[in-house]
């Protein structure tokens, strides 16, 4: 199982970046799909989530109407547009799955984490 994130970097306040994080080994169409947060020390904190078929979204309330989640099932990919970019969205950004599974009675749900990709909003 691998997730994969990109698209971190340094960038001005009032600017947008795009992550993307790419996922292997897992079925990808039926995993919900989020990115967290974790700023230095503070704990992780989830920025938005996404449905497997990516009809429902929800967001937390710091970044509601600044950020959009996203996902290409044929791509396997996950996407968070983030726009109006604060010096308080500085942190490590990390995709998340959560693979749930299996017929009635032997159901199973396994949780997968990326390694991270910096964000960094400075002047």
């Known amino acids: 199982v691998q997730l994969v994130e990109s698209g971190g970097g340094l960038v001005q306040p009032g600017g947008s970046l795009r992550l993307s994080c790419g996922a292997s080994g897992f079925t990808f169409s039926l995993s919900e799909m989020s990115w967290y947060r974790q700023a230095p020390g503070s704990e992780r904190e989830l920025v938005a989530i996404i449905s497997s078929t990516g009809s429902s979204t929800n967001y937390a309330d710091s970044v509601k109407g600044r950020f959009t989640i996203s996902r290409d099932n044929t791509k396997k990919m996950v996407y968070l547009q983030m726009g109006s970019l604060k010096p308080e969205d500085t942190a490590v950004y990390y995709c998340?799955?959560?693979?749930?599974?299996?017929?009635?009675?032997?159901?199973?749900?396994?949780?997968?984490w990326g390694q991270g990709t910096q964000v960094t909003v400075s002047s």
């Open positions: 998340n799955a959560l693979d749930v599974g299996g017929p009635p009675g032997a159901e199973y749900q396994y949780e997968y």
